[in-house]
């Protein structure tokens, strides 16, 4: 029986996290885990219901469908940056953004529509565990459409993730800031708008409250959180949660958003070595 993530810690198959060294935003894929990832190694049939759903995939150069290659995505969104043992480390394009300019949008739309095929093909823990030390800690699902709140993120957080965020801070009244979150979302920004504006400044905010963790945006309360009071975490302790979003319209604050919860991971990480 395939285990669910909320409920037991599972071996990992992939990781989103923030490079702190290399200023991006990453994804890592356990390459032997490929092969038991469902029927998506293949991800042609996902990306033809973006093309069906908005009709314009064939204007783009290329598609690379196949997970394990060079680059993954439309127009080079996702390239693979080095191979550390089993792992494939894929860079996430961050492309310079001006909501004025269509060619500008358009490319930003390419790497948020090659995120919502990627993380739905590995949102399903793969047929076979193959012995990894490290622990699953989260999977996510994003939107990319130009509706309001078209950029929707959302999914699981691990029982070893939650219990981490809960050592942080089990205060609901005491928060306690993440600074790394908020790096690297300022970076993100910078790099997507060019800087960070001065009225901007102040509108990236992280912090750990009452075993929560929230990353916030410049946007109208734009925001992605883990769930303090999920069904599941009601059930008592030692379960995971709901990773949840609210007024996330923008693909530019999609990326900023999870370039904080990347960095999340990353501290997860070193705390562990």
């Not at 190694?41 to 995939?57: A, H, I, M, S, Y």
């Not at 127009?75 to 480390?89: F, P």
């Not at 070893?160 to 993100?188: C, N, T, W």
Request: hydrophobic letters at 35%; charged letters at 25%.
């Amino acid at each position: 029986m395939r285990k669910f993530i909320m409920q037991t810690d599972i071996p990992r198959w992939f990781n989103l996290l923030w490079d702190f060294k290399k200023n991006g935003l990453f994804i890592q894929i356990h390459r032997p885990s490929i092969a038991f990832l469902d029927h998506y190694q293949d991800c042609t049939p996902l990306f033809r219901n973006v093309e069906d759903q908005f009709g314009f995939l064939p204007l783009f150069e290329k598609c690379e469908c196949r997970l394990g290659e060079e680059s993954f995505g439309i127009n080079n969104a996702i390239t693979l940056s080095e191979t550390i043992g089993d792992w494939l480390s894929y860079r996430i394009k961050l492309p310079r953004f001006d909501y004025r300019e269509q060619y500008s949008r358009s490319e930003i739309a390419k790497v948020c529509f090659t995120l919502q095929v990627l993380l739905f093909a590995l949102e399903r823990p793969p047929l076979k565990e193959l012995g990894q030390k490290e622990t699953q800690l989260f999977t996510l699902g994003t939107c990319a459409t130009a509706d309001r709140h078209g950029h929707a993120t959302g999914g699981h957080a691990s029982p070893a993730l939650v219990k981490f965020i809960e050592q942080q801070s089990d205060s609901y009244e005491k928060p306690m800031a993440f600074e790394p979150g908020i790096r690297a979302m300022k970076k993100a920004y910078a790099t997507i708008h060019g800087k960070v504006e001065s009225f901007n400044r102040n509108q990236f905010r992280s912090f750990f409250r009452g075993g929560q963790v929230l990353f916030a945006c410049p946007g109208d309360a734009c925001e992605l959180h883990t769930d303090y009071k999920g069904s599941i975490r009601e059930m008592g302790d030692g379960y995971g949660t709901e990773i949840i979003s609210h007024n996330l319209d923008g693909a530019h604050q999609q990326l900023t958003l999870l370039s904080g919860l990347g960095a999340l991971t990353t501290v997860f990480d070193e705390s562990k070595n």
